[in-house]
């Protein structure tokens, strides 16, 4: 099936707010048409080859000149998807997103958010699978992984719109739910705190580890290489300028090891933190078996008080009936 992307009068692409361009398919029984994010899109060659709902669909990309529509009026862009279904690389089509599924999104997102920041929810996954089947209970069939790419698509379109709104000379952009998106990522700096049960701290300290392995390599490269151009006497400026970059590395390396510390001190303060409340629970705990205890010797007291009262009142009991069958036999 051959495809043609949706093109301006001077042969631009044309691509909407939400930064998609549409592509329509003829063919000998039906045609149809979709959409493609840019990001989506791998110019490679003249053509890019897709499988749409099973069909394969041949796409001239030749001229890849994306045009760009500003205007001296507010833009608006828009979160919901068209009417066109949109798909991605694998055929899979997208879920079509409407007023009514994205409001119940956001108000599901807010509230799983704050159950993952309280530890009442393990990860932002298994949020997503209650989002999904909140939304479903409302008759609106979303898988966790399109409820989570929907979630990147609005961050997506709230960055893009910000990005845009701090340029001068261009038209202002207002995003749809912005509003609620302001709500979300406003707050994005403090929730990276559990993104939430830990992940973010071990990425962080994983790509930390990475970046100070790569310095160090880095940097015993380039002494070595100064170290060779030095004794051969050979190339005295590219000398100096390896000696400079082995400075900008060590500076950078020394960057990064403050960082790494920095981490493992929050993570240490995390850790002592979680012992912290640990103790105190188990304290409380054994305040509580001790006063059990108490309870239960001041019962056990009274009881064998008890006992020895009413073994006393069987003795009297005792001597006054034979008193009695004494006197009667007397």
């Given amino acids: 099936m051959k495809g043609w992307i949706k093109r301006d009068e001077e042969g631009k692409i044309i691509v909407d707010s939400n930064g998609l361009i549409t592509i329509a398919c003829e063919a000998a029984d039906d045609d149809m048409a979709f959409q493609l994010h840019l990001s989506e899109v791998e110019v490679k060659g003249p053509q890019l ?22 205007s001296e009026n507010d833009k608006v862009i828009e979160t919901d998807a068209v009417s066109i279904p949109s798909t ?13 599924s994205t409001k119940i999104f956001l108000r ?51 960055k893009n719109m910000m990005i845009h709104n701090r340029r001068n000379g261009r038209g202002k952009y207002i995003c749809s739910y912005e509003q609620d998106l302001d709500e979300i990522f406003s707050a994005k700096d403090l929730l990276g ?54 400075l900008k590395i060590i500076d950078s390396l020394q960057s990064c090891q403050r960082a790494l510390k920095n981490l493992i001190t929050k993570m240490d303060n995390r850790s002592k933190s979680s012992n912290d409340v640990q103790h105190k ?28 009262q009413m073994e006393i009142g069987n003795t009297l009991l005792e001597e006054i009936l034979t008193t009695l069958k004494t006197k009667k036999e007397t």
């Fill in 281 to 308: 629970i188990l304290q409380m705990c054994m305040e509580i078996r001790d006063m059990h205890k108490e309870a239960y010797a001041r019962a056990e007291e009274q009881r064998q008080k008890a006992n020895l």
């Fill in 88 to 100: 991605s690389k694998g055929g899979n089509a997208v879920f079509p997103w409407c007023d009514s």
């Fill in 49 to 70: 080859s897709l499988n749409v709902n099973g069909k394969d669909v041949d796409i001239d990309i030749y001229p890849w000149d994306v045009g760009e529509n500003d």
């Fill in 108 to 158: 599901e997102y807010k509230l799983k958010r704050e159950l993952v920041k309280n530890r009442k929810l393990k990860n932002m996954k298994l949020a997503y699978q209650e989002i999904s089947q909140s939304l479903q209970d409302n008759g609106f069939n979303v898988s966790p992984l399109q409820v989570e790419n929907r979630f990147k698509t609005l961050k997506r379109a709230y």
């Fill in 193 to 246: 705190d559990l993104e939430m049960n830990g992940e973010e701290f071990e990425a962080e300290h994983t790509k930390s580890t990475r970046g100070q392995n790569t310095l160090v390599r880095n940097a015993t490269y380039n002494i070595e290489n100064v170290n060779s151009l030095s004794k051969s006497n050979t190339n005295k400026e590219q000398c100096a300028r390896l000696e400079t970059q082995h």
